[in-house]
């Protein structure tokens, strides 16, 4: 079954750091890019970030550059995302899917990011 798995969630203050993961299972995770997708509450979705199969080249949508990060770990099976200087805009689910904008294949559960003091 071919499946993608978000975590690393949760509840930060403002300005706090996480690290979400994305675990893929039931396909070559090495052969595909991968993105990161999120929506926050009421809204609906927003690309963050795509990141080539060999996490040689990254991509983020512009009101994202510089405190996201995107990353793999073919090895793991395992896509992140770093998300820094977190504020309140940030809040929101965040979804992994393999593919690129336009052409997402599979999607994840989603994991939740809440920014709150």
């Known amino acids: 079954e071919v499946q993608l798995v978000e975590s690393g969630g949760g509840l930060v203050q403002p300005g706090g750091s996480l690290r979400l993961s994305c675990a893929a299972s039931g396909f070559t995770f090495g052969h595909y890019e991968m993105s990161w997708v999120r929506q926050a509450p009421g809204k609906g979705l927003e690309w963050v970030s795509v990141?080539?199969?060999?996490?040689?080249?990254?991509h983020y949508a512009e009101s994202m550059k510089g405190r996201f990060t995107i990353s793999r770990d073919n090895a793991k099976n395992t896509l992140y995302l770093q998300i820094n200087s977190l504020n309140s805009e940030d809040s929101g689910v965040y979804y992994c899917?393999?593919?690129?904008?336009?052409?997402?294949?599979?999607w994840g559960q989603g994991t939740l990011v809440t920014v709150s003091s």
């Open positions: 990141i080539t199969w060999n996490g040689e080249i990254a």
């Open positions: 899917a393999r593919g690129v904008t336009g052409n997402f294949e599979v």
